[in-house]
């Protein structure tokens, strides 16, 4: 759902992203501009944002939100753990997985997405929401396609 409570066009939703991608391919710029775009087109969520592996942690990058983790370890957290299994992972109430890390204790359910590249996980797109099983298979099958046109569109990030 939309903030206005209408549900999100996916296709839409797509091709703002790709708009925003158009011309330009730096990495940190279209991960701004979609964690913006996350933040502004999705019914509560709290915290949009990216986090890129540098050596064996992943670090912060460009979100909207409240002030967040800076670094977590692979394995750590709901973002760790994505990183692991490089996989897709929903949470429907954050404070029932093993070893969540409360960034912002009025995050209840969280979607992270792999950012899969290069044979491996070079980062990932964390939307968190204030409420409990917030996110539906529509919505994660549609931060998927985002995170793919992020992907599609920016220059190479090393990890």
Not at 31 to 47: C, G, K, Q, R
Not at 116 to 136: E, Q, T, Y
Request: charged share 20%; net charge negative.
């Amino acid at each position: 759902m939309t903030p206005n409570g209408e549900p999100i066009d996916a296709d839409l939703l797509i091709a703002q992203a790709c708009a925003l991608f158009e011309g330009e391919r730096d990495a940190i710029a279209n991960a701004a501009n979609l964690a913006a775009l996350i933040f502004s087109a999705f019914e509560a969520v709290n915290w949009a944002g990216f986090y890129f592996i540098r050596g064996e942690e992943l670090v912060l990058g460009p979100f909207q939100g409240k002030p967040a983790c800076v670094r977590i370890a692979r394995g750590a957290g709901v973002c760790g753990a994505a990183w692991e299994r490089a996989a897709t992972l929903v949470v429907a109430d954050v404070h029932r997985f093993a070893g969540h890390i409360a960034c912002d204790s009025a995050s209840n359910s969280e979607v992270v997405v792999p950012l899969l590249a290069h044979g491996g996980v070079i980062g990932v797109l964390d939307v968190d929401s204030p409420k409990l099983d917030r996110f539906a298979p529509g919505d994660v099958a549609v931060l998927e396609a985002l995170a793919r046109a992020y992907l599609e569109a920016s220059a190479p990030i090393s990890a």
